[in-house]
């Protein structure tokens, strides 16, 4: 055991993880230092591993620490961690932001006066009547379980992360997709979960993939079913029926799928949640369609599920606002914002395909996908393409910042291309051009 905790004496978890703490915080444990495996600290500290499990926990919930699979729990470092959106104090172009498009957000400056009603108090229902019975036909059109309720939080990432904490403890394996996510990888992290890889490819998900997680024990699955980030892919029907024929076995297996696209995406949505399924959970949010800001979420889940989480949204502090909901339901429920909501679909949908078929004009092999952004394959490794971009005037994103087993250099960029125009667009296919040439 290394002399860093070799003094260490606390006897309960929260001494642990105090004792431990205070190493992280007086530099004595430096930024990528591996703590000891649970294991191995409970044998040498005498005590239950249990003990070290909770201790880890609570250091992994303050950000100090993160989980790495078999890389192990190690310490966090101050270093900004990638997230979706624009590049601060960059002169580049930036076309890697994932952002939707400001001009296509719906203004909701007419729905305000409706939103503010009657003032809500301590102790009243949590979710807005008129947002529920409007969020439960939106979402019970594509549930098969007939069975489920309604939890309301502030974005899809705040209910996956919710979702994972009622339902594991630390060290219990997640199902994530590989490429993933930006969020829900530091959310399995910074929750102390075991992240395992199912790799995705043209029709989401693969069924071996998923097969080799679950003989793996995974407690629990997100997964993306259309226009997954950052490949751009959806579920096909034969595709999700193969999972679903998986999954059928293990109905316990907490299912979260994230369709944050929703509202925006021109693919059928398909489903890894079979009708028996006993743990599921959809969650919707709002904020591709309307605007990042508006921070909430619609999660359908089944009864079990959705207690636990009422759990943790007590009225008086993280509820999410009755004035938000209503601005929400007031918006959705308007003609004319639903027409702006299907012109944005078509735009994106118009505009990724336009820079797929010119790129391929160009020698460049990309398919039009689903989603805000284009996967882009490339014969030479993503970050010397990049750099290559940046001397051009591009910040593009490499795919190596989505991966979740990075044994090799990725050779994808993703790229957010629907706010650039004709000549745009021309310009950076020939710089992409010329990027490659120069990096092979």
Known sequence: MDDHFSGLQGTTAAELADELRTLIERGTLTPGVALPPVRALADFLGMNRNTVVAAYRQLAGGGLVESRGRAGTRVTGTARSAQEGFAPDSVLRDIGSGNPDPGRIPDPSHALAHAVGRPILYGEAVVDPDLERWAREWMGSDLQASDFALTITSGAVDAVERLLAQALVRDDAVALEDPCFLASIHTVRLGGYRAIAVPVDDEGMTVSGLRAALDAGV????????????????????????????????????????????????????????????????????????????????????????????????????????ILQRLVVGLVTNPDVL??????????????SAFADAAVSAGLPVAASDGL???????????????????????????????????????HLRLTVHELDRDERAALISDLVSAIAAAS
């Open 219 to 322: 407690r629990a699955i997100v997964v993306t079913p259309r226009a997954q980030n950052p490949t751009g892919a959806s579920l096909s029907p034969d595709r999700a029926a193969a999972l679903r024929a998986v999954l059928a076995d293990h109905p316990y297996v907490l299912i979260v799928e994230d369709d944050h696209f929703s509202m925006l995406s021109r693919t059928p949505y398909e489903s890894l949640i079979g009708p028996g399924h006993r743990r599921f959970a959809l969650v919707r949010s709002v904020s591709k369609f309307l605007g990042p800001d508006m921070c909430l979420a619609v999660t359908a889940s089944d009864p079990d599920t959705a207690a636990r989480l009422g759990l943790r949204l007590s009225p008086g502090t993280t509820w999410v606002s009755h």
């Open 373 to 411: 952004n284009v996967w882009l394959p490339l014969p030479v490794p993503a970050r010397a393409a990049a750099e290559q971009l940046m001397r051009r005037g591009w910040l593009a994103r490499t795919g190596d910042e989505f991966r979740l087993v990075p044994d090799a250099p990725s050779h």
């Open 339 to 352: 027409a702006e909501i299907h012109a944005a679909a078509a735009h994106y949908a118009a505009r990724n």
